[in-house]
């Protein structure tokens, strides 16, 4: 997703609590980066932060890494989160089980190792790359999802959502390819059975659009 730039997003992340500065010093022990040790979750390709605000408000007792590429995504990223904090009654000062990181997912495996322990990955309405060339980029190709497991635990959930029916449809045979078990699946998830599920920025104007959003859940074989 394009950004336009935002002059204000780098002097309000260099004072943020909850922004990670020097990621690579935090790579297989996450953990003691959190004020509270608690499971670790991952979101990649974070956008605007309204997932991993919400992760954060609803599950206080588990802590979640939110990465974006972008350092303006994430500056706009901190404001949702405040702002979704204290909408909840909550100061700034409370959010203690989040962190923004800015970093390439091309090269995770550096910063999250096996020792981190993630319980769960999320992937939410990640760029499709439609073009055969790009497809490479999806953050579901084949070579991503091999990297992946570097450092998810061995029963550890894949959650990925997404309005692009050839994005997703592809997606689906490469976890399938790289010996994941699709353990839940809908093509419109909000007509599905699950409950779970929290509602992103992109999520809701793509659902307002007439759009079907696409879900899945994987795991690796055992």
Request: net charge neutral; hydrophobic share 35%.
């Amino acid at each position: 997703m394009r950004i336009r730039k935002k002059k204000w997003a780098e002097p309000e992340l260099a004072v943020c609590d909850f922004y990670i500065k020097n990621p690579d010093e935090h790579a297989g022990k996450w953990s003691s980066a959190f004020k509270k040790e608690q499971p670790l979750y991952l979101e990649i390709g974070c956008g605007k932060g309204g997932f991993a605000g919400q992760f954060a408000l609803k599950y206080p007792d588990r802590n979640i890494i939110a990465l974006d590429i972008k350092v303006d995504m994430l500056g706009v990223g901190r404001r949702t989160i405040v702002k979704l904090f204290e909408e909840s009654g909550k100061s700034q000062d409370e959010i203690d089980n989040l962190l923004l990181v800015k970093y390439n997912v091309e090269q995770l495996d550096k910063i999250i190792t096996p020792e981190d322990k993630i319980e769960a990955l999320y992937i939410n309405f990640c760029n499709p790359w439609p073009r055969a060339k790009h497809k490479k980029r999806r953050l579901t190709y084949p070579r991503k999802l091999e990297m992946y497991k570097s450092f998810l635990q061995p029963e550890a959930e894949i959650r990925f959502k997404t309005d692009d029916d050839e994005l997703f449809e592809e997606s689906v045979e490469y976890f399938e390819q790289c010996g994941y078990e699709i353990t839940y699946l809908t093509r419109d998830l909000h007509s599905s059975d699950f409950t779970e599920n929290i509602v992103t920025e992109h999520e809701k104007m793509f659902s307002d659009e007439g759009k079907k959003i696409k879900f899945l859940i994987a795991r690796q074989k055992s």
